[in-house]
Structures are given as C-alpha cells and as structure tokens.
C-alpha cells in the first residue's frame, strides 16, 4: 500500500502565491440595520480558516478576522427597522413599483460586481472552497440575479393584461408577504443564500438577513451596496449565536417568512416557535441522502466519472452530492477498481492550487465524526476500499469509499456531508427503490443504466418518492431555470428562477363589474399611472 504523506499538505505563510495571501485580518465592527451601517464595540467571534499555516510552534489555523456577535436587543431592533419598512404592506418598498425595484436591485449587482476579488478571496480562505470554484460561485451568482430581473420582467408584463370572465374584470398580480428571516448555509454562502434573499427582495419583502457562521466575513464587503441601494429598513443584518438571537426573533409572530438552507431539525424547531404557524410561509432547503443507482447494464466508465463529480465536488459538501451509491452485484468489484483508481487520480491540497479537487474542511467537528462514520462501518463488517481513504491531517481528510455498507450503519441513514462515500450492493431493483422508501429524505437520484425497459421501469416510482431523477448524470441543482426541491425532510417549497418568485409572493388582485362607471375609472387610473399595482406598463 501506497501511503500519502499529508505532513506537507498545509504550508508557511511565505510559501502562498501572494495574490491569494490574506494580507490583513478583516475585523468586522459594525452591522447594517435601518439602513446605517452601526458601529459593534461588543464581543466578536474570531474566525478561522479550515486553512492551517506551518508555524515554528506547529500546525495553526489561519486567522481571517472577527465579527460581531450580537445579543437579541440588536436582533429585535433589526426586526423593528423590517416591520417599519414593510408597514403592513404600505412602506415604500413593497408599494414601489417593479420597475423601481428591478432598477435598485440592478444598481445593487453593478456594486456587488466591483467587490468580486474581496468576495472571493474571503470565499475561498473561511470555507476552503478551491479559488477557481470561488470564483465560479460569485459569477454564478451575479447571473442568478440579472436571470431573477428578468423573469420578473416576463411575469410582470403577462400580469400587465386584464382577465375578463363573467361580467367581472381583473388585473391579477403578485404582491410581497412581509418580513423575511432570510438564513443561508455553509457550503454555498453566497450562491445559495442569495437564491432566496434577491427573490424575496426583489419582490417587495423586507429582510433580516443571517449569513452562516462559516461564511460570514465575505459578506461584509457587500454591506454598503445594501444599505445604499435599498431603502432604510428594507434589509438588515442580524449577526450573533443563532440559538441565542433566532428563537425570540420566531416566537415575535413578526416574521412572515421563514427561509432556510440547513437541517430539517432547525427548521422544525424554529417553526414550532412561531405563534401563528398558519401564517408563517416557510422556504426551505433542507436534509438529503441522495443516492447513485448503477445497474447491470450501466456504462461503468460514465458511472464512476458522474459518481466521482457527484459524490466528491467540494469534498462533498452539497445537499446535491451523492451520498451513498448502490452498485449490482455484478459490477460492484470491477466498479470499486475503478472509482479507487479515479479517487487517486484527483488532485488534493490547497484552495488557491490550480486544479485542486480536495480541500481542508470548514467544519471543526468534521474530520472527527466522519472518523467515527468509518469505524462504525468497519465494527459492523465493512471494510475501507481504497488507499489512505480516511487518512486525516488536521481539518482535511481524504476520501475514503466504504463497502460493503448495509442497514444499521451510520452511512446507511445519516448524511455525512463530507468525503466519504458508502457503497452497498444489491441484487434486485426492488432493493434500491424500498431504500428510498424508508429514508426519511427524498430531493434526488441518479440512475445509471443503458436499458430504455430497465430505466422506464424505475422512472415511474422513483418520480414519486423524490423530486428529481437524473438520468445516467449526477444529482446536481442546475440549471437555475429548474425547479429545485425535494419531499419529506428534504424541502418545502420550490426554488428556481421562476419558482422562487412565486415562493415569495402571493397572487392578488384588483376585480369589478365590467359596466361604463367602472371602466371610466379603471381607464383614468391607468392614463394617470396614479398606481403602482393598477397599472398596464410594459416593461422591456
């Protein structure tokens, strides 16, 4: 066996290229809430880099910077500034019209756009995300927003018709739902946080906003832009332990919408807490076991490179990855040689490396509980299959392919977010298929098959038991256009471009009998453009 010295992995600061060197700490010392950006003389939480520098007293975690860890009296007041700003639905914001909106949250991008390498580079150092996936995030992002502007715009001028049915006239729109906890996930910080925040905003919400706590710092750089582009109040940033900042935020009854990426026990808890359930719309991406189906008469090469992409993309860091892959017993032997060989083949080490497919991981508690993932696996029979899977050097891990894994086995249930990846065999279909019945997740699957017959036939349930079937591919979020959801603990509500404008809004309408007195009104609101909501503009 062929042991890789991960010793070297981690390096001396002056052995980093120096545009990608943090030159200095980024100490955050103020929020933004009411539209001002507050000075923050409390306590802070230091950051630290899943990065570690080689120093004369040993290995150490890179110091990126700190901020403000505040106490639910900013929180509420953050909450205040929102309730203020949407006004029961008669603030500036969600009464402006969509062209004013579109316009700020256009203006919001442009600004967004010039602090691109601040983004990044902090992107990069607080989770360990490769820079070239970094990079690819903000971009990712950027084209989510001018592809959410224009989609409203396409909603909006369909919505500029009036409806006639029975003697009865309307222009039937969407309209805002309120405030909005807005709270987005680790792995894609900025990306996934901002396919709920923009949609929400720009469809006339007000936002507290949470960003995640590894993941932080790199919104800083966009604080001004916010403040600057939208009216006071519309969006403010709540920083702080969000066991501490977020229950008394839900059991206010003030907020109307609930949207978070992150765990379906969050999520249930933090629902429980709202007074009024009935009224609280949630948005949520949640929990996910995804798993590869490869059949007899799959095409092995394609299957070990799509499961490789799927299970191992940002060390396996996605809601999207796969998770645990089942193999006919057939071809699992030869399918093992394969993906081992594949595994070996990528390249790992630090963010900034040209290439680099593994990185260290962001979480603290990850490379131990993944050891323990391993050695649960190994106590009930199973076995690592390939070499220095699991090895560990302080926050990075290699991966490791575990077989055979069978029920009763942590990596047979629990999502291990993380590079390891379980393969179990199975000799009938009806196998894999009564898997995903009994987990309690249901977003994706990826089928791996070459037999029209074989993938029509598990086509039809699969459909029903989650809520995207990938076909000889990886699971995977995109194309934005997509619906992106998942059933039982894995979602509520839909996200897309589309979808995510409906999630956060709600059809409304302005209705009359369709006589002389009526129309003459209906005819002088729209000549005088006295209404935002009442209006026949068409948007270009």
């Known amino acids: 066996m062929s042991v890789i010295d991960l010793s070297s992995i981690f390096v001396e600061e002056k052995q980093i290229p120096e545009q990608h060197r943090l030159l200095e700490e980024v100490n955050q010392r103020e929020y933004l809430s009411n539209g001002e950006m507050l000075p923050w003389n409390g306590e802070v939480h230091t950051v630290l880099s899943p990065v570690c520098i080689q120093t004369a007293e040993g290995l150490k975690r890179k110091v990126i910077g700190t901020y403000p860890l505040c106490t639910e009296k900013?929180?509420?007041?953050?909450?205040?500034?929102?309730?203020?700003?949407?006004?029961?639905?008669?603030?500036?914001?969600?009464t402006m019209s969509v062209s004013d909106r579109i316009d700020c949250v256009a203006l919001f991008t442009e600004k967004m756009i010039t602090k691109k390498d601040e983004v990044v580079k902090l992107l990069m150092w607080e989770i360990g995300k490769s820079h070239a996936d970094?990079?690819?995030?903000?971009?990712?992002?950027?084209?989510?927003?001018?592809?959410?502007?224009?989609?409203?715009?396409?909603?909006?001028?369909?919505?500029?018709?009036?409806?006639i049915e029975q003697g009865i006239v309307a222009q039937i729109r969407r309209s805002p739902l309120g405030v909005v906890l807005c709270m987005g996930p680790f792995n894609y910080p900025l990306n996934e946080t901002f396919t709920t925040l923009i949609p929400a905003l720009i469809m006339g919400n007000t936002l507290l906003f949470k960003p995640p706590k590894h993941g932080t710092l790199l919104h800083y750089p966009l604080l001004e832009a916010f403040s600057t582009c939208f009216p006071k109040g519309v969006v403010n940033t709540i920083y702080g332990r969000g066991n501490k900042i977020i229950p008394g935020l839900?059991?206010?009854?003030?907020?109307?919408?609930?949207?978070?990426?992150?765990?379906?026990?969050?999520?249930?808890?933090?629902?429980?807490?709202?007074?009024?359930?009935?009224?609280?719309?949630?948005v949520l991406g949640l929990d996910a076991k995804n798993a590869a189906i490869i059949t007899a008469h799959a095409d092995l090469s394609l299957a070990v490179q799509e499961t490789l992409l799927g299970s191992l993309s940002f060390n396996g860091q996605r809601c999207t990855a796969l998770k645990i892959v089942f193999v006919h017993r057939s071809r699992v032997d030869e399918f093992l040689?394969?993906?081992?060989?594949?595994?070996?083949?990528?390249?790992?080490?630090?963010p900034w490396e040209e290439g680099v497919a593994l990185t260290p991981l962001p979480e603290p508690h990850k490379p131990a509980y993944l050891k323990e993932c391993i050695e649960d696996a190994i106590a009930l029979g199973a076995h690592v299959v390939n070499e220095n899977g699991g090895l560990t050097n302080e926050s990075f891990v290699y991966p490791a392919i575990v077989y055979p894994v069978n029920k009763g086995m942590k990596l047979w249930e629990e999502e291990q977010f993380g590079p390891v990846i379980p393969v179990a065999a199975f000799d009938d279909l009806e196998e894999t298929i009564q898997y995903l019945i009994?987990?309690?997740?249901?977003?994706?699957?990826?089928?791996?098959?070459?037999d029209d017959d074989e993938l029509a036939e598990l086509i039809d349930p699969l459909?029903?038991?989650?809520?995207?079937?990938?076909?000889?591919?990886?699971?995977?979020?995109?194309?934005?256009?997509?619906?992106?959801?998942g059933r039982k603990d894995s979602a509520e509500g839909t996200l897309s471009v589309v979808d995510a404008i409906r999630s956060f809004s709600i059809r409304s309408l302005v209705a009359t009998k369709l006589n002389k007195t009526n129309k003459e009104l209906l005819d002088a609101i729209l000549e005088d453009k006295t209404s935002n909501f009442l209006s026949n503009k068409f948007l270009f």
């Open 438 to 450: 009994d987990s309690t997740h249901g977003q994706q699957v990826s089928v791996f098959s070459n």
């Open 134 to 163: 970094s990079v690819k995030e903000f971009d990712r992002t950027v084209e989510y927003i001018y592809a959410t502007i224009d989609a409203l715009k396409d909603l909006d001028r369909r919505s500029a018709q009036f409806s």
């Open 463 to 485: 459909v029903n038991l989650v809520s995207r079937v990938n076909i000889n591919c990886q699971c995977q979020r995109g194309p934005d256009v997509f619906p992106f959801t």
């Open 74 to 94: 900013e929180s509420f007041e953050a909450l205040d500034a929102a309730v203020a700003a949407y006004d029961n639905g008669r603030g500036e914001w969600p």
């Open 337 to 350: 040689e394969l993906f081992a060989a594949a595994v070996a083949k990528l390249k790992y080490g630090m």
């Open 250 to 282: 839900m059991k206010s009854g003030k907020i109307n919408v609930l949207t978070l990426i992150g765990s379906s026990k969050v999520a249930d808890e933090l629902k429980k807490l709202h007074p009024k359930v009935n009224r609280l719309r949630a």
